[in-house]
C-alpha cells in the first residue's frame, strides 16, 4: 500500500513506523576519531516513493509534516541512544517547512531528549539551502531557539543553493556541509579546490566548522586534509549502516592515511612555548564557580569556556560581570538556585585555530578578526588546548616573516630554491602523481641589454604576477633566480596542467609586448648584439615550459639528467614540452 493514496491519518502513521534509520560515520579529518553520525532515512521506496523529498512534500501537502516528524525524530533518538560511543553527536535533518505546519510548537525535541536522557548539545539539526530563507524572520526566530536551548546547526549541501552565504551570516551556524558535488574528484579539478579553500577559510574565520560530504577516494582526503577541513564523510570511512554495532569510535583507515601523509613540513607548526594554559571552566559551572574562579585567578582578565568533552565553547570576560560580582548581594544571588546561575548568558564566541593549521594562517585568521579579541585560543582534534596571546602573535608573526624573507626572491617576493628543493624531495616521497615545471624566458639577454635592466625587472615582474594571479594558490610559485621560475602542482592531471602552463606561455607574451616601441612590435623583433658582438635579429620575449610528471615509479636519481635534456628541447618548441620520470 502506498502512503501516497492514503487519507486516513491513522493508517498513514502506521506506515511511517516502518521506516528505519541508518547512521553514517563523520569523522575527524586528521585522527579518524568518530565525531557524529548522521541519521538517514531508510525504507521509503516501500511507502511507494521514489526520494526522501517525495515523502515530505506529500506529508507537508497534507499538513502532517511535523506530527510525522516528530515520530520519526524520538525514533532517531531512540536509535541514536544504544551508540554506545562517548561524546558522539547525532545530525538530524530538518526540513525548514515545519515552521509553516498549524500544530508548530516549540518546546517538544527538549522533551523526547529528557525522556531519553540525551543532552541537547548531542543534536545537531542540519539545514538546507534550498527554500529556506523564504521566511528569513521566522527562520532567525526558530534557529535563535533551538541554539539557545543548547542544540548545534549545520547547513547541509553548502554551496548547491542561492542563498547560502545569506543563510550562513543568518543562523550564525556551527557547520557547514560542503556538498559532493564539490567533494567529487576536488583532488582533480582546481576550481573546486578553490572554492573549497576559500569557504574553508572564511569559515574558520567565523568559528565554523567544515565537514565534507561524499568522500570516496583517497584523493579527495587528501586534498580535503590539504585545505584544513575539518571533519569527513563519505564511503571512503564507512557506508551507512542500519546496524548500529557496525559503528565504530576510530576508523583506522583515516590516521594510517595521515601517518603515510609525508607531504607537510614541520616548518609551519606554531611552537607549544608560544602557547598558554588558561585554566577553563565547564559550561554546566555556575555564577557563583564564575566568581569564584577570578578570585583564585585575579590576573586573568576573561576564562575559556568548555564542555564536557573539552571542546571550546567560547569566552567570559571578567568585565562583563563585574557590575553584578562587586555589588552588595552578587554573591548571595549567584548561590541563589532560583536565580539565573549558568554561564550562557555571558558567553561570547571566541577566535580559534587547530594547532595543525600552522603559523601562516592563524596570523591571517588574528589579522581578520584580532580587533575583537586579545589573541587567539587554540585547540587539538577539535579539544581546547591553550591560548596566544597578542605579544607572542606578534613574536611569532616577527620569527616568520624572518623565515620567509630568508627563503624569497628579493624582486619578486616569491619562494626560493630552499622550497623547490623541499617540494621535489617531497614529491618523490608521496605516492600520487605531482608535475613540475620549469619556466627559461627566450632571447632574455639581449632584450635586457637593449631595453636595459629596468625593463628586463619589469618583464619578471609581469610573469610574476601572471603566475599568481592565473594559478591556484595551493600551487607552489618560486622564483630560481633571473629569468628562471618554477611551478610544483599537486593532485592535478598532467592535461590539466599542460592546458594552465600553455595559457601562461600566451598570456606572457600578449603583455611583455608593452614593453617594447612600436617599430619593434611592428618589426616581430629587435636587433642588437649577441654574446659574440655580431648584430642579428632577436624574437620578442617568450618563455618556453618544461613539465615533468613524478609518480610512485620515479627515481630521484633520474631528475637531474631529464631536466638538462628536457629544458633544453623545450627551448625549440612553442608549447610546454612534458615528460615523465621513471625508474
Given at each position: 500500500?502506498?502512503?501516497?493514496?492514503?487519507?486516513?491519518?491513522?493508517?498513514?502513521?502506521?506506515?511511517?513506523?516502518?521506516?528505519d534509520?541508518?547512521?553514517q560515520?563523520?569523522?575527524?579529518?586528521?585522527?579518524?576519531?568518530?565525531?557524529?553520525?548522521?541519521?538517514?532515512?531508510?525504507?521509503?521506496?516501500?511507502?511507494?516513493?521514489?526520494?526522501i523529498?517525495?515523502?515530505?512534500?506529500?506529508?507537508?501537502d497534507k499538513e502532517?509534516?511535523?506530527?510525522?516528524?516528530?515520530?520519526?525524530?524520538?525514533?532517531a533518538?531512540?536509535?541514536f541512544?544504544h551508540?554506545?560511543?562517548?561524546?558522539?553527536?547525532?545530525?538530524?535533518?530538518l526540513?525548514?517547512?515545519?515552521?509553516?505546519?498549524p500544530?508548530?510548537?516549540?518546546?517538544?525535541?527538549?522533551?523526547?531528549?529528557?525522556?531519553?536522557n540525551?543532552?541537547?548539545?548531542?543534536?545537531?539539526?542540519e539545514?538546507?539551502?534550498?527554500?529556506?530563507m523564504?521566511?528569513?524572520?521566522?527562520?532567525?526566530?526558530?534557529?535563535?531557539?533551538?541554539?539557545n536551548?543548547?542544540?548545534?546547526?549545520a547547513i547541509?549541501?553548502?554551496?548547491?543553493?542561492?542563498?547560502?552565504?545569506e543563510?550562513?551570516y543568518?543562523?550564525?551556524?556551527?557547520f557547514?556541509?560542503?556538498d559532493?558535488?564539490?567533494?567529487?574528484?576536488?583532488?582533480?579539478?582546481s576550481?573546486?579546490?578553490?572554492?573549497?579553500?576559500?569557504?574553508v577559510?572564511?569559515?574558520?574565520?567565523?568559528?565554523?566548522?567544515?565537514?565534507?560530504?561524499?568522500i570516496e577516494?583517497?584523493?579527495?582526503?587528501?586534498?580535503c586534509?590539504d585545505i584544513?577541513?575539518d571533519?569527513?564523510?563519505?564511503?571512503?570511512i564507512?557506508?551507512?549502516t542500519?546496524?548500529?554495532?557496525?559503528?565504530?569510535?576510530s576508523?583506522?583507515?583515516?590516521?594510517?592515511?595521515?601517518k603515510?601523509?609525508?607531504?607537510?613540513?614541520n616548518?609551519?607548526?606554531?611552537?607549544k612555548?608560544?602557547?598558554?594554559?588558561?585554566e577553563?571552566?565547564n559550561?554546566?559551572?555556575?555564577?557563583?564557580?564564575?566568581?569564584?574562579?577570578?578570585?583564585?585567578?585575579?590576573?586573568n582578565?576573561f576564562?575559556?569556556?568548555?564542555?564536557?568533552?573539552?571542546?571550546?565553547?567560547?569566552?567570559?570576560?571578567?568585565?562583563?560581570?563585574?557590575?553584578?560580582?562587586?555589588?552588595?548581594y552578587?554573591?548571595s544571588?549567584?548561590?541563589?538556585?532560583?536565580?539565573?546561575?549558568?554561564?550562557?548568558?555571558?558567553i561570547?564566541?571566541s577566535?580559534s585555530?587547530?594547532?595543525?593549521?600552522g603559523i601562516?594562517?592563524?596570523?591571517?585568521?588574528?589579522?581578520l578578526?584580532?580587533?575583537?579579541?586579545?589573541?587567539?585560543?587554540?585547540?587539538?582534534?577539535?579539544?581546547?588546548?591553550?591560548?596566544?596571546?597578542?605579544?607572542?602573535l606578534?613574536?611569532?608573526?616577527?620569527?616568520?616573516?624572518?623565515?620567509?624573507?630568508?627563503?624569497q626572491?628579493?624582486?619578486?617576493?616569491?619562494?626560493?630554491?630552499?622550497?623547490?628543493?623541499?617540494?621535489?624531495q617531497?614529491?618523490f616521497k608521496?605516492?600520487?602523481?605531482?608535475?613540475?615545471?620549469?619556466?627559461?624566458f627566450?632571447?632574455?639577454k639581449?632584450?635586457?641589454?637593449?631595453?636595459g635592466f629596468?625593463?628586463?625587472d619589469r618583464?619578471?615582474?609581469?610573469?610574476?604576477?601572471?603566475?599568481?594571479?592565473e594559478?591556484?594558490?595551493?600551487?607552489?610559485?618560486?622564483?630560481?633566480g633571473?629569468?628562471d621560475f618554477?611551478?610544483g602542482?599537486?593532485n592535478?592531471?598532467?592535461?590539466?596542467?599542460y592546458?594552465?602552463?600553455?595559457?601562461?606561455q600566451?598570456?606572457?607574451?600578449?603583455?611583455?609586448?608593452?614593453?617594447?616601441n612600436d617599430?619593434?612590435i611592428?618589426n616581430?623583433?629587435?636587433?642588437t648584439?649577441?654574446?659574440?658582438g655580431?648584430?642579428?635579429e632577436?624574437?620578442?620575449?617568450?618563455?618556453?615550459?618544461?613539465?615533468?610528471?613524478?609518480?610512485?615509479?620515479?627515481?630521484?636519481k633520474?631528475?637531474?639528467?631529464?631536466?638538462?635534456?628536457?629544458?633544453?628541447?623545450s627551448?625549440q618548441?612553442?608549447n610546454?614540452?612534458?615528460?615523465?620520470?621513471?625508474?
Amino acid at each position: 500500500m502506498s502512503i501516497a493514496k492514503l487519507d486516513k491519518e491513522k493508517e498513514l502513521l502506521l506506515l511511517i513506523d516502518k521506516l528505519d534509520y541508518a547512521f553514517q560515520p563523520i569523522v575527524n579529518t586528521r585522527t579518524g576519531k568518530i565525531y557524529a553520525v548522521e541519521a538517514l532515512i531508510r525504507g521509503y521506496q516501500n511507502l511507494g516513493f521514489k526520494t526522501i523529498p517525495d515523502l515530505f512534500d506529500n506529508l507537508f501537502d497534507k499538513e502532517l509534516l511535523y506530527k510525522v516528524d516528530l515520530i520519526l525524530r524520538k525514533k532517531a533518538f531512540k536509535k541514536f541512544n544504544h551508540i554506545k560511543i562517548y561524546n558522539l553527536k547525532l545530525f538530524y535533518n530538518l526540513d525548514n517547512r515545519l515552521l509553516y505546519m498549524p500544530d508548530f510548537k516549540e518546546g517538544n525535541t527538549s522533551l523526547i531528549l529528557k525522556e531519553l536522557n540525551i543532552k541537547e548539545e548531542s543534536i545537531c539539526f542540519e539545514i538546507t539551502e534550498n527554500g529556506t530563507m523564504q521566511n528569513k524572520l521566522m527562520i532567525n526566530k526558530i534557529l535563535n531557539n533551538y541554539k539557545n536551548e543548547g542544540f548545534h546547526i549545520a547547513i547541509d549541501d553548502f554551496g548547491t543553493g542561492i542563498s547560502g552565504l545569506e543563510l550562513l551570516y543568518l543562523s550564525e551556524a556551527h557547520f557547514i556541509k560542503l556538498d559532493r558535488f564539490f567533494i567529487r574528484n576536488i583532488n582533480k579539478d582546481s576550481r573546486k579546490k578553490l572554492f573549497c579553500s576559500s569557504i574553508v577559510d572564511m569559515a574558520h574565520v567565523m568559528g565554523i566548522k567544515v565537514i565534507a560530504e561524499g568522500i570516496e577516494d583517497i584523493g579527495e582526503y587528501y586534498t580535503c586534509k590539504d585545505i584544513d577541513i575539518d571533519f569527513i564523510q563519505g564511503f571512503l570511512i564507512a557506508r551507512p549502516t542500519l546496524n548500529i554495532a557496525e559503528i565504530k569510535d576510530s576508523y583506522e583507515n583515516v590516521p594510517n592515511l595521515f601517518k603515510n601523509d609525508k607531504r607537510k613540513s614541520n616548518n609551519n607548526l606554531i611552537d607549544k612555548t608560544y602557547i598558554q594554559y588558561i585554566e577553563p571552566l565547564n559550561i554546566n559551572s555556575t555564577l557563583h564557580d564564575l566568581f569564584l574562579y577570578f578570585k583564585e585567578f585575579p590576573t586573568n582578565t576573561f576564562v575559556p569556556i568548555t564542555d564536557e568533552n573539552s571542546a571550546l565553547v567560547g569566552v567570559i570576560y571578567e568585565v562583563d560581570i563585574k557590575k553584578l560580582s562587586y555589588s552588595q548581594y552578587g554573591m548571595s544571588l549567584a548561590q541563589n538556585k532560583s536565580f539565573r546561575s549558568k554561564l550562557s548568558t555571558y558567553i561570547r564566541s571566541s577566535l580559534s585555530i587547530e594547532v595543525s593549521w600552522g603559523i601562516d594562517k592563524t596570523l591571517e585568521m588574528f589579522n581578520l578578526r584580532g580587533n575583537e579579541s586579545k589573541g587567539i585560543f587554540v585547540t587539538k582534534d577539535n579539544c581546547y588546548l591553550g591560548f596566544i596571546n597578542v605579544n607572542n602573535l606578534l613574536s611569532l608573526s616577527y620569527k616568520r616573516n624572518i623565515e620567509i624573507a630568508q627563503n624569497q626572491n628579493p624582486l619578486t617576493k616569491l619562494p626560493g630554491n630552499n622550497q623547490i628543493d623541499k617540494f621535489i624531495q617531497d614529491s618523490f616521497k608521496e605516492n600520487q602523481k605531482t608535475h613540475i615545471v620549469y619556466f627559461d624566458f627566450n632571447d632574455f639577454k639581449p632584450f635586457n641589454d637593449y631595453y636595459g635592466f629596468r625593463q628586463g625587472d619589469r618583464a619578471i615582474l609581469i610573469f610574476s604576477e601572471l603566475l599568481q594571479k592565473e594559478l591556484n594558490k595551493s600551487s607552489l610559485i618560486a622564483h630560481i633566480g633571473g629569468d628562471d621560475f618554477f611551478v610544483g602542482f599537486r593532485n592535478l592531471d598532467y592535461k590539466e596542467v599542460y592546458e594552465q602552463i600553455n595559457e601562461i606561455q600566451i598570456l606572457f607574451k600578449n603583455s611583455v609586448s608593452s614593453l617594447y616601441n612600436d617599430e619593434d612590435i611592428e618589426n616581430g623583433y629587435i636587433k642588437t648584439k649577441d654574446r659574440f658582438g655580431e648584430i642579428r635579429e632577436f624574437d620578442l620575449l617568450s618563455v618556453s615550459s618544461a613539465i615533468i610528471e613524478i609518480n610512485q615509479n620515479s627515481n630521484s636519481k633520474n631528475l637531474d639528467t631529464i631536466l638538462g635534456k628536457i629544458k633544453k628541447a623545450s627551448k625549440q618548441m612553442k608549447n610546454p614540452l612534458g615528460i615523465s620520470i621513471l625508474l
